[in-house]
């Protein structure tokens, strides 16, 4: 970690925002993912666990995937399965994926690639190791995020984005002692290249060793940083963080985080506009109201949710 590096000292440089009018956003609370298993028996972190609705909108969940170092044959994925009304952002940062969904949409995201697919009216997807890497094991770490769509696009068309690592834009900070990149939105008018529904940011940031990094964030957006390893402080409190915590901060225009002076600080930050809508949500559908819920559930039991193509992706199992 982490599959995108660069030589800060060649890199678009972010404003310094430490004019007098900029306002630190002050630390909300910050939490504690608990452990668990997605899918087919893979390792997560439940990244959100015991966060309130009001300060993730727009999102709805987010699973930490490893760090693990799988042995020979361990290495698990979902089968297929259906999603309706929201968007899965699926960023690897070491080893790699397989994706098919049943409109048209994969490939293979590896090393600092994200794949970007709106479920929207619905879809069928499976995510599952390739065989090289479940024969093999090896290393594996990445996330999935599921960004909520308003009520207007909930039934929008499937779509699929491919975001290889050489599209993901990288700044950044004043002293170059920070290398952020941008999958979507923007930070500091430097454009990711992820396309959403919903006006948000995400960024991957890695502090180096003893500095410090202050981003100038959306007011308009709320503001959370996950940490993926290392170990360091969050917000201008300089309060301890380490793997598995998330920070939410408070309103304001700059977000603040400072790495260990032994280690790197690794986050994954995000930002939205609140969609500020009822949530109905079971299983794998994000909906308004339950009557839309059950309404999910039996299309997707009568087929309209899509069909799993002929030649579609198994699980390798051996």
């Known amino acids: 970690m982490p599959a995108v590096t660069a030589d800060t000292l060649t890199l678009a440089r972010i404003s310094q925002p430490a004019t007098p009018e900029a306002r630190p956003r002050p630390l909300k609370a910050i939490y504690s993912a608990p452990s668990g298993h997605e899918g087919e028996g893979f390792p997560v972190r439940r990244a959100f666990w015991g966060v309130p609705t009001e300060d993730l909108d727009p999102f709805i969940h987010m699973d930490q995937m490893g760090e693990v170092n799988y042995a020979p044959y361990e290495p698990r994925g979902t089968d297929w399965h259906p999603h309706r009304g929201f968007e899965t952002v699926t960023y690897i940062i070491d080893g790699a994926f397989l994706h098919q969904d ?11 690639a994200t794949q970007w697919m709106t479920a929207g009216s619905g879809i069928l997807h499976i995510e599952t190791p390739p065989e090289a890497l479940v024969v093999r094991g090896g290393l594996f770490h990445g ?3 599921w960004v909520n769509l308003p009520a207007a696009s909930k039934m929008a068309p499937p779509r699929y984005q491919n975001l290889e ?15 952020i990149r941008v999958i979507a939105g923007d930070v500091d008018g430097h454009q990711g290249p992820g396309g959403t529904h919903t006006p948000i940011t995400i960024a991957h ?29 969050a917000g201008v409190e300089d309060v301890p963080v380490g ?11 700059t977000i603040t985080f400072t790495a260990a002076d032994d280690q790197d600080l690794d986050l ?33 039991q009568a087929g309209r949710l899509g069909t799993v193509p002929a030649d579609g992706l198994r699980p390798f199992r051996g």
């Open 102 to 112: 049943s409109h048209g949409g994969g490939g293979s995201i590896t090393n600092g």
């Open 143 to 145: 996330l999935q995020l």
């Open 205 to 233: 940031a890695t502090v180096t060793a003893g500095h410090r990094m202050t981003l100038p964030w959306n007011p308009a957006y709320n503001a959370l940083g996950y940490v993926l390893a290392g170990a360091g402080t």
């Open 268 to 300: 994954y930050l995000l930002g939205g506009q609140p969609i500020r809508e009822p949530v109905a949500k079971y299983g794998p559908f994000v909906m308004n109201t339950r009557a839309e819920l059950q309404q999910a559930f039996e299309d997707f």
């Open 165 to 179: 690592p050489e599209l993901v834009t990288l700044i950044t900070t004043h002293d170059a002692g920070s290398l």
């Open 243 to 253: 793997v598995g915590n998330l920070a939410v901060f408070d309103a304001g225009d």
